[in-house]
């Protein structure tokens, strides 16, 4: 059974940075991709980045480019998204998912996504 738990969320000024974490275990962490969702109150949930198993391919929505940044350090089965230059339109919680049936590429549809966290709170506040 493969377990993804997230942390780093909190309440943060506007213009403000935070990165969050995503440890995923009970697999071989370098064979799966890994993205980060999010879902605001009212609204779907997006994909705000994705990343292949060696993170050689990454997706970002635009709404986040040049903002946001996602890695992983699979020595330690973590994935990270930093986030920079917060904006209040950003919160939300956000959700890290694993998907093991395509690890070379960076996923951009939740159906491809085999396991999921239960997701931290992000808040930034104006």
């Known amino acids: 059974q493969v377990q993804v738990v997230e942390s780093g969320g909190g309440l943060v000024q506007a213009g403000g940075s935070l990165r969050l974490s995503c440890a995923a275990s009970g697999r071989t962490f370098n064979s799966y991709s890994m993205g980060w969702f999010r879902q605001a109150p009212g609204k779907e949930r997006e994909l705000v980045a994705s990343?292949?198993?060696?993170?050689?391919?990454?997706y970002y929505a635009d709404s986040v480019k040049g903002r946001f940044t996602i890695s992983r350090d699979n020595a330690k089965n973590t994935v990270y998204l930093q986030m920079n230059s917060l904006k209040p339109e950003d919160t939300a919680v956000y959700s890290c998912?694993?998907?093991?049936?395509?690890?070379?590429?960076?996923?951009?549809?939740?159906?491809?996504?085999?396991?999921w966290g239960q997701g931290t709170q992000v808040t930034v506040s104006s």
């Open positions: 990343i292949s198993w060696s993170g050689g391919r990454t």
């Open positions: 998912a694993a998907n093991f049936r395509s690890p070379a590429v960076a996923p951009t549809i939740p159906g491809m996504y085999d396991y």
